[in-house]
């Protein structure tokens, strides 16, 4: 069983930065994929960044040049760097690992609130 705690979210001005962690707990979690989904009130969920075990990192276009996504293998935990907020932004952030034999997991999420 994998469980994931994400901590760093809040409430930040327009131009701000917020760095997101997420801690996964058990065994065997540096040989997937782990990344950052996000959803906004009315709108569909987001990818916003994924890291393989490999390091190769994706983000989606809007975020892309603002945010990083990092992990430290050694302590199973991801993080989202992410600078230049905009209120577009704003959104509650979850944590997952993909693709585990037991499938998919997810994080409870943490709110970012980009606003001045």
């Known amino acids: 069983q994998v469980q994931l705690v994400e901590t760093g979210g809040g409430l930040v001005q327009p131009g701000g930065s917020l760095t997101l962690s997420c801690a996964a707990s058990g065994s065997g979690i540096s040989i997937y994929t782990m990344g950052w989904y996000r959803q906004a009130p009315g709108k569909q969920r987001e990818l916003v960044a994924a890291?393989?075990?490999?390091?190769?990192?994706n983000y989606a276009d809007s975020v892309k040049g603002r945010f990083t996504i990092s992990r430290v293998y050694a302590k199973n935990t991801v993080y989202l760097q992410m600078k230049s907020l905009k209120p577009e932004d704003t959104a509650g952030y979850y944590c997952?690992?993909?693709?585990?034999?037991?499938?998919?997991?997810w994080g409870q999420g943490t709110q970012v609130t980009v606003s001045s």
């Open positions: 997952f690992i993909r693709d585990t034999p037991q499938g998919d997991y």
């Open positions: 890291i393989t075990s490999g390091g190769s990192t």
